[in-house]
Protein backbone atom coordinates (compact mmCIF):
# COMPACT_ATOMS: atom_id res chain seq x y z
CA UNK A 1 0.00 0.00 0.00
CA UNK A 2 3.06 2.34 0.48
CA UNK A 3 4.39 1.43 -2.55
CA UNK A 4 0.84 2.39 -4.42
CA UNK A 5 0.71 5.87 -2.55
CA UNK A 6 4.40 6.47 -3.46
CA UNK A 7 4.11 6.04 -6.65
CA UNK A 8 0.77 7.98 -6.81
CA UNK A 9 3.04 11.01 -4.97
CA UNK A 10 5.82 10.70 -7.42
CA UNK A 11 3.15 10.56 -10.52
CA UNK A 12 1.19 13.75 -8.91
CA UNK A 13 4.72 15.60 -8.84
CA UNK A 14 5.69 14.56 -12.06
CA UNK A 15 2.29 15.77 -13.76
CA UNK A 16 2.72 19.39 -11.43
CA UNK A 17 6.00 20.09 -12.48
CA UNK A 18 4.78 19.66 -16.49
CA UNK A 19 1.70 22.04 -16.00
CA UNK A 20 3.63 24.64 -14.66
CA UNK A 21 6.23 24.10 -17.29
CA UNK A 22 3.56 24.27 -20.25
CA UNK A 23 1.68 27.66 -18.74
CA UNK A 24 5.23 29.61 -18.76
CA UNK A 25 5.39 30.39 -22.52
CA UNK A 26 9.44 30.42 -23.85
CA UNK A 27 8.97 33.40 -25.80
CA UNK A 28 6.05 35.14 -23.85
CA UNK A 29 3.24 37.41 -25.84
CA UNK A 30 3.85 41.22 -25.28
CA UNK A 31 2.76 44.30 -26.39
CA UNK A 32 4.53 47.41 -26.75
CA UNK A 33 1.68 50.92 -26.94
CA UNK A 34 2.13 54.53 -26.98
CA UNK A 35 1.16 57.74 -28.94
CA UNK A 36 3.57 58.51 -31.52
CA UNK A 37 3.18 61.40 -34.37
CA UNK A 38 -0.75 61.86 -33.04
CA UNK A 39 -0.83 58.29 -33.95
CA UNK A 40 -2.02 55.22 -31.69
CA UNK A 41 0.82 52.55 -32.48
CA UNK A 42 0.81 48.91 -31.22
CA UNK A 43 3.25 46.50 -31.53
CA UNK A 44 2.40 42.74 -30.58
CA UNK A 45 5.27 40.79 -30.58
CA UNK A 46 6.57 37.08 -28.60
CA UNK A 47 9.20 37.98 -26.79
CA UNK A 48 11.71 35.61 -27.16
CA UNK A 49 14.90 35.64 -24.32
CA UNK A 50 18.94 35.51 -24.76
CA UNK A 51 19.41 32.26 -22.57
CA UNK A 52 23.26 32.82 -22.90
CA UNK A 53 23.30 32.88 -26.98
CA UNK A 54 24.56 34.97 -29.71
CA UNK A 55 21.65 36.67 -30.70
CA UNK A 56 23.05 39.01 -33.76
CA UNK A 57 24.87 37.10 -36.65
CA UNK A 58 24.37 33.74 -35.04
CA UNK A 59 20.89 33.33 -33.93
CA UNK A 60 19.67 36.37 -35.89
CA UNK A 61 21.49 36.16 -39.60
CA UNK A 62 23.01 39.24 -40.52
CA UNK A 63 21.74 40.70 -43.84
CA UNK A 64 18.56 38.66 -43.70
CA UNK A 65 14.83 38.60 -43.10
CA UNK A 66 14.11 38.33 -39.50
CA UNK A 67 10.48 38.00 -38.04
CA UNK A 68 11.24 40.54 -35.84
CA UNK A 69 10.19 38.48 -32.38
CA UNK A 70 9.28 34.84 -32.17
CA UNK A 71 6.74 32.50 -33.10
CA UNK A 72 4.02 34.74 -35.39
CA UNK A 73 5.38 37.44 -37.07
CA UNK A 74 5.21 41.18 -35.23
CA UNK A 75 2.59 43.22 -35.74
CA UNK A 76 3.04 46.99 -36.30
CA UNK A 77 -0.51 49.10 -35.98
CA UNK A 78 -1.35 52.48 -36.67
CA UNK A 79 -3.70 54.44 -36.12
CA UNK A 80 -3.38 57.19 -38.52
CA UNK A 81 -1.31 57.66 -41.51
CA UNK A 82 2.04 58.30 -40.01
CA UNK A 83 5.52 59.00 -42.02
CA UNK A 84 8.45 56.21 -40.72
CA UNK A 85 12.05 57.93 -41.81
CA UNK A 86 10.16 60.28 -43.69
CA UNK A 87 8.30 57.87 -45.54
CA UNK A 88 4.35 57.83 -45.79
CA UNK A 89 3.14 54.59 -43.92
CA UNK A 90 -1.01 54.67 -44.27
CA UNK A 91 -3.15 53.67 -41.27
CA UNK A 92 -3.31 49.83 -40.64
CA UNK A 93 -1.93 46.85 -39.24
CA UNK A 94 1.35 44.97 -41.16
CA UNK A 95 3.57 42.51 -40.09
CA UNK A 96 6.82 44.18 -39.02
CA UNK A 97 10.12 42.18 -40.31
CA UNK A 98 13.87 43.32 -39.67
CA UNK A 99 17.03 42.93 -41.86
CA UNK A 100 19.42 43.56 -39.22
CA UNK A 101 22.78 45.07 -40.06
CA UNK A 102 25.69 46.34 -37.99
CA UNK A 103 25.34 49.95 -38.30
CA UNK A 104 21.93 50.27 -40.38
CA UNK A 105 18.80 47.73 -40.41
CA UNK A 106 16.11 47.84 -42.73
CA UNK A 107 12.10 47.98 -41.27
CA UNK A 108 9.66 46.27 -42.90
CA UNK A 109 6.06 46.90 -43.19
CA UNK A 110 4.34 44.51 -44.98
CA UNK A 111 1.01 44.02 -45.98
CA UNK A 112 0.31 40.33 -44.80
CA UNK A 113 -0.21 41.07 -41.08
CA UNK A 114 -1.57 37.63 -40.17
CA UNK A 115 1.67 35.07 -40.98
CA UNK A 116 4.42 32.64 -39.10
CA UNK A 117 7.64 33.82 -38.74
CA UNK A 118 8.82 35.18 -41.97
CA UNK A 119 8.39 31.61 -43.62
CA UNK A 120 5.71 33.11 -46.60
CA UNK A 121 7.58 36.50 -46.38
CA UNK A 122 6.84 37.69 -49.62
CA UNK A 123 8.45 41.44 -50.51
CA UNK A 124 5.55 41.99 -53.09
CA UNK A 125 3.43 42.67 -50.25
CA UNK A 126 6.47 45.25 -48.60
CA UNK A 127 3.90 48.27 -47.78
CA UNK A 128 7.50 50.17 -46.55
CA UNK A 129 10.86 49.69 -46.24
CA UNK A 130 12.76 52.13 -44.45
CA UNK A 131 16.88 51.99 -43.29
CA UNK A 132 17.21 52.75 -39.76
CA UNK A 133 20.46 53.67 -37.73
CA UNK A 134 21.21 50.17 -35.74
CA UNK A 135 23.72 50.19 -32.77
CA UNK A 136 25.59 47.94 -30.22
CA UNK A 137 24.55 48.71 -26.74
CA UNK A 138 26.63 48.20 -23.43
CA UNK A 139 23.43 46.70 -21.85
CA UNK A 140 22.01 43.55 -22.03
CA UNK A 141 18.68 43.39 -22.94
CA UNK A 142 17.96 39.86 -21.90
CA UNK A 143 14.62 39.78 -23.66
CA UNK A 144 13.45 41.27 -26.88
CA UNK A 145 11.50 44.60 -26.31
CA UNK A 146 9.84 47.36 -28.45
CA UNK A 147 9.45 50.25 -27.10
CA UNK A 148 7.15 53.45 -28.33
CA UNK A 149 8.18 57.17 -27.62
CA UNK A 150 6.50 60.18 -28.91
CA UNK A 151 8.83 60.79 -31.77
CA UNK A 152 9.87 57.45 -32.47
CA UNK A 153 9.99 53.77 -31.72
CA UNK A 154 13.31 51.20 -31.41
CA UNK A 155 13.60 47.30 -30.59
CA UNK A 156 16.04 45.93 -28.06
CA UNK A 157 17.90 42.67 -27.19
CA UNK A 158 21.10 41.59 -26.13
CA UNK A 159 23.37 44.07 -26.65
CA UNK A 160 21.92 45.75 -30.16
CA UNK A 161 19.78 47.73 -30.57
CA UNK A 162 17.82 50.00 -33.84
CA UNK A 163 15.14 53.05 -34.23
CA UNK A 164 13.08 54.50 -36.78
CA UNK A 165 11.76 58.28 -36.17
CA UNK A 166 7.91 59.06 -36.73
CA UNK A 167 6.25 61.86 -37.64
CA UNK A 168 2.65 62.78 -38.59
CA UNK A 169 1.78 61.86 -42.36
CA UNK A 170 0.66 65.85 -43.77
Not at 89 to 94: C, N, Q, S
Not at 108 to 121: C, E
Amino acid sequence: MNFRKSVFALALAVASVFAANAQEKVSPARTATGTAAGSEITINYSSPAVKGRVIWGDLVPMGEVWRAGADEATTFTTSKAIRVQGEKLPAGTYSFFVIPGEYESTFIFNKVAKQWGAYSYDSKQDALRVTVPSEQTSTLEESLVYEVNSDSFEIRWEYGKASAKLAPAQ
